[in-house]
Nanobody, 123 residues
Framework: QVQLVESGGGLVPAGGSLRLSCAAS????????MAWFRQAPGEDREFVAG????????YYTDSVKGRFTISRDNAKNTVYLQMDSLKPEDTAVYYC????????????????WGQGTQVTVSS
């Protein structure tokens, strides 16, 4: 059974940094894409960043380019989201997700989801 477990959320002032982790287990992820989504109160869940497990290609939504970095550690089966220069509008619950193939922005294409971790950026 596939499990995705996020950690690393918290409260941080504007301009600060956080690193989210997503520990994956239950299968071999070499052909999978991993992604981070986020959902703010009253908003739809949106794609933030994605990475192909096999070749490490990365994808970002425009609002986080240059501030967020997605990476993976193959040995630990863990995906990270380094978030720098955080803004109040980055406040949301952040979810890790997995699918076969390459990352896509549509949440419906992902088969597996973590439970989410809260990120709050104060102004």
């Amino acid at each position: 059974q596939v499990q995705l477990v996020e950690s690393g959320g918290g409260l941080v002032p504007a301009g600060g940094s956080l690193r989210l982790s997503c520990a994956a287990s239950g299968r071999t992820f070499s052909s999978y894409a991993m992604a981070w989504f986020r959902q703010a109160p009253g908003e739809d869940r949106e794609f933030v960043a994605g990475i192909s497990w096999s070749d490490g290609n990365t994808y970002y939504t425009d609002s986080v380019k240059g501030r967020f970095t997605i990476s993976r550690d193959n040995a630990k089966n863990t995906v990270y989201l380094q978030m720098d220069s955080l803004k109040p509008e980055d406040t949301a619950v952040y979810y890790c997700a997995a699918k076969e193939g390459i990352p896509r922005v549509l949440q419906g294409t992902y088969n597996y989801w973590g439970q989410g971790t809260q990120v709050t950026v104060s102004s």
